[in-house]
């Protein structure tokens, strides 16, 4: 999806994403999504190497443009095969923001 196609929303946002998963999910995903309302689930197909990835960054680009006021400065992408070492992960991010402040003039 590219926001330029109006069957995936076009540039109205509320129309790339669903409120709940349109399929059974397990338990511990029920939860999560109940207690903390912190996952985005995209309105687009499930599939391979067609689009996911572009669809989710061309979103969130448009999410931090039309709301700033969200202070958005790190987006990532992870999918349930991915296995994070968070530690490292975090620690990566904290050196990446060092090294930007150290060159703020």
């Given at each position: 999806?590219?926001?330029?196609?109006?069957e995936c929303g076009g540039k109205d946002i509320t129309k790339?994403?669903?409120?709940?998963?349109?399929?059974?999910?397990?338990?511990?995903?029920?939860r999560e999504l109940e207690e903390h309302?912190?996952?985005?689930?995209?309105?687009?197909?499930?599939?391979?190497?067609l689009g996911k990835t572009d669809t989710w960054f061309t979103?969130?680009?448009?999410?931090t443009r039309?709301?700033?006021q969200l202070q958005i400065g790190f987006v990532g992408k992870i999918d349930s095969d991915n296995f994070v070492r968070w530690p490292k992960f975090f620690e990566y991010l904290q050196?990446?923001?060092?090294?930007?402040?150290?060159t703020i003039p």
């Open positions: 999806c590219l926001w330029e196609d109006p790339w994403t669903l409120d709940a998963p349109i399929c059974n999910v397990s338990n511990v995903l029920a309302d912190d996952i985005t689930l995209l309105s687009i197909p499930e599939n391979h190497e979103y969130m680009a448009m999410l039309q709301h700033p050196q990446s923001a060092r090294k930007q402040i150290d």
